[in-house]
T-cell receptor, first 111, second 118 residues
Framework: SQQGEEDPQALSIQEGENATMNCSYK?????LQWYRQNSGRGLVHLIL?????REKHSGRLRVTLDTSKKSSSLLITASRAADTASYFC???????????FGSGTRLSIRP | DAGVIQSPRHEVTEMGQEVTLRCKPI?????LFWYRQTMMRGLELLIY????????DSGMPEDRFSAKMPNASFSTLKIQPSEPRDSAVYFC????????????????FGQGTRLTVV
């Protein structure tokens, strides 16, 4: 990808379990964002964390950011079937205003 | 606001033909991005505009690709001539600058145009 990588590439868990996805990036950033994409649809913004923040919560979502390791994680708690989608991290460069996406994690929730 | 609107939703064209994809960003947004998504290469940033001015087109794959933003409410991505390897889903997204920090915030995406070149 142009900026970073996500792992795992695919994740399958049982409904009710927690899902954790990781993202690594390459250069200094102003903020990092997570998006969800349902099959055949556009991306939808989930949460944004700024470079001076370490953790952020939104409903069942928890995002952490470690700028020293250039990495972030997205935790979805108590997963539901409707959470089945691809999840992407995106970074806003410090030196520009472009938003660059990672390779994505395909999450499948088994009923 | 109806969100970012892209047209057409699907386009099938023959190799060598000109293709024009259209985008209407959300009113009041300062930034407009064009992305291309394929299984092999993921989501690639092709070009982005700030206040209708192209800022970075380093992601445009070849001279066959061009993009314009004649005004704040309209942008086009043109491929001429098209080739089968251009087949992909093309997304337009818009964003705005957070006044306090002067940095772009979340991007709002259109539903995409699925382009098939045969």
């Amino acid at each position: 990808s142009q900026q970073g990588e996500e792992d795992p590439q695919a994740l399958s868990i049982q409904e009710g379990e927690n899902a954790t996805m990781n993202c690594s990036y390459k250069t200094s950033i102003n903020n990092l964002q997570w998006y969800r994409q349902n099959s055949g649809r556009g991306l939808v913004h989930l949460i944004l964390i700024r470079s001076n923040e370490r953790e952020k919560h939104s409903g069942r979502l928890r995002v952490t950011l470690d700028t020293s390791k250039k990495s972030s994680s997205l935790l979805i708690t108590a997963s539901r079937a409707a959470d089945t989608a691809s999840y992407f991290c995106a970074t806003l460069y410090s030196s520009a205003s472009k938003i660059i996406f990672g390779s994505g994690t395909r999450l499948s929730i088994r009923p | 606001d109806a969100g970012v609107i892209q047209s057409p939703r699907h386009e099938v064209t023959e190799m060598g033909q000109e293709v024009t994809l259209r985008c209407k960003p959300i009113s009041g947004h300062d930034y407009l991005f064009w992305y291309r998504q394929t299984m092999m290469r993921g989501l690639e940033l092709l070009i982005y505009f700030n206040n209708n001015v192209p800022i970075d087109d380093s992601g445009m794959p070849e001279d066959r690709f061009s993009a314009k933003m004649p005004n704040a409410s309209f942008s086009t991505l043109k491929i001429q001539p098209s080739e089968p390897r251009d087949s992909a889903v093309y997304f337009c997204a818009s964003s705005w600058v957070s006044g306090g920090r002067g940095e772009t915030t979340e991007a709002f995406f259109g539903q995409g145009t699925r382009l098939t070149v045969v």
